[in-house]
């Protein structure tokens, strides 16, 4: 079955790439941000904020991460499967 495109402001899962998680901590000790700790291979809801190419699924996605703080990731990849620094569609129950 082919995987609907991203439209803005659905929801999907996004899964923490290593530098994701080093930047999100460096940005949270310089600010002093009350929030729970984050590591590589974590998936957070996200919300797509515009869609480069409907084809590839490549979108602009705000994190919304354990805290009072999210994450900015441009040109996002899907994929089948949590995959860090790529989204994926929430999986149906």
Sequence with gaps: MTQPAPTIGRIVHYTLHEHDAAAIQ????????????????????????RVWSPDSGS???????????????????????PTPGRWNWPPRA
């Design 26 to 49: 460096h940005r949270r000790k310089q600010a002093g941000t009350l929030a729970n700790f984050v590591e590589e291979g974590q998936t957070y809801p996200a919300i797509v904020v």
């Design 59 to 81: 979108a602009n996605i705000r994190v919304l991460l354990d805290g009072n703080d999210d994450l900015w990731v441009t040109s996002a990849t899907p994929a089948n499967e």
